[in-house]
């Protein structure tokens, strides 16, 4: 069964402390990796689109990564408007058309 | 401005009313899909369609119907038959094999 598993559930850091989020998953045949930022009460925010092992993806202070097992979002001196709910999303050969499987999300709080 | 709309922010229905909720896209994108959001839950797949006057079921589409008139337009029914419906309902849009975009969402509350 295709899953999506993000660690850690939630995340504190001061302003200006790197850390990084990971998201797990198990899909047959991935067709991509997604990640996206959610505002409470707002609709996700499209981030970045991984396809392949080895692959890395930047934006601002954040930097995606890729192996065939997981991927991380690496946060560079977050300042407190990154606070926010990070989405791990894949799409697999085995799901249906081309909907995509969520992970339950990290919500990191950054505080000056 | 290019997005996805969807109405009403908040809606509020008492138990046993059947209710629809608009999503409309200007993006030019074949497929749209509904999804719903629980807390301590990941997005969940309601419904789908990748064409016009096509669509397929989700995991969850018991107690839900859609429709797909119009490639702009794919609006969403949450009938008495959902034991739970209140949720945070999101609409997506993409084209095949590559990202979704998604909208405002919906709030809906039943009582």
């Known amino acids: 069964e295709d899953q999506v598993t993000q660690s850690p559930e939630a995340l504190r850091l001061q302003e200006g402390e790197s850390s990084s989020l990971n998201c797990s998953y198990t899909?047959?045949?991935?067709?991509?990796l997604f990640w996206y930022r959610q505002d409470p009460g707002k609709g996700p925010e499209f981030l970045f689109t991984?396809?392949?092992a080895g692959e890395e993806k930047e934006k601002e202070r954040l930097k995606a990564t890729l192996t065939k097992k997981e991927s991380f979002l690496h946060i560079t001196a977050p300042k407190p408007e990154d606070s926010a709910t990070y989405l791990c999303?894949?799409?697999?050969?085995?799901?249906?058309?081309?909907?995509?499987?969520f992970g339950k999300g990290t919500t990191l709080s950054v505080s000056s | 401005d290019g997005g996805i709309t969807q109405s009403p922010k908040y809606l509020f229905r008492k138990e046993g009313q059947n209710v629809t909720l608009s999503c409309e896209q200007n993006?030019?994108?074949?497929?749209m899909y509904w999804y719903r959001q629980d807390p301590g839950q990941g997005l969940r797949l309601i419904y789908y369609?990748?064409?016009?006057?096509?669509?397929q079921k989700g995991d969850i589409a018991e107690g839900y119907s859609v429709s797909r008139e119009k490639k702009e337009s794919f609006p969403l029914t949450v009938t008495s038959a959902q034991k739970n419906p209140t949720a945070f309902y999101l609409c997506?849009?993409?084209?095949?094999?590559?990202?979704?975009?998604f909208g405002p969402g919906t709030r809906l509350t039943v009582t």
């Open positions: 899909v047959s045949g991935l067709r991509g």
């Open positions: 369609s990748q064409i016009v006057n096509d669509f």
């Open positions: 999303a894949v799409q697999g050969a085995n799901q249906a058309g081309t909907a995509l499987i």
């Open positions: 997506a849009s993409g084209s095949r094999g590559n990202e979704q975009y």
């Open positions: 991984l396809y392949s």
């Open positions: 993006l030019n994108h074949d497929a």
